[in-house]
């Protein structure tokens, strides 16, 4: 398994950026980044809530969005960072859009799936390979997620 860079830890940042945008609209706090070159070709977190959209994850946002800037379907030459493993839906995606790396934060033991309950991208009857780089800014990723969460039920209990 590769090692992460500086510059794995620099993308990751500003997918945790977005990941808090996320979080102050009310979304789980997920953020996703795609680059080409050192060049970003889209940032993107979470939607789902206020699209009422079950495929406005942060990862497919951010495919679309490079998808349409860069005027192909196809992203080769690419890395994915999110701050959180991706799910079945997100992981297909990725590998349908033919992007060659992933860099995740934390894992996601009730959805994950590059590694937590599935392994998608180590399937050898796939047509596409990922390289999956894992635990980068883990702790931060799942902080965010964590003090998310314990606000959503704090709010809950004061409604009762």
Same mark, same amino acid.
């Given at each position: ?51 009422? /959209? @079950?495929? !406005?994850? *942060? ?9 349409? =800037?860069?005027?192909?379907? +196809? ?22 859009a033919r992007i060659p790396r992933l860099v995740f934060g934390?894992? /996601? @033991?009730? !959805?994950? *799936? ?9 399937? =050898?009857?796939?047509?596409? +390979? ?13 902080e965010l997620l964590q003090t998310f969460f314990k606000g ?9």
């Open positions: 398994m590769s090692l992460a860079t500086d510059k794995d830890r620099e993308y990751m940042r500003l997918a945790l950026e977005q990941a808090r945008k996320a979080s102050a609209q009310g979304e789980v706090p997920i953020g996703a980044v795609l680059v080409r070159d050192d060049q970003v070709l889209a940032q993107a977190h979470n939607f789902r809530e206020l699209w009422q /959209d @079950p495929t !406005a994850h *942060a990862e497919v946002v951010a495919i679309r969005e490079a998808a349409t =800037q860069s005027g192909s379907w +196809r992203l080769t030459g690419t890395t994915l960072y999110v701050t959180l493993e991706p799910c079945a839906m997100c992981i297909g995606a990725i590998i349908l934390a894992m /996601d @033991p009730k !959805a994950g *799936a590059c590694g937590s309950i599935l392994d998608l991208p180590t399937e =050898q009857r796939l047509n596409h +390979r990922v390289e999956v780089i894992g635990g980068v800014l883990e702790q931060e990723s799942q959503l039920r704090e709010s809950a209990g004061k409604q009762v």
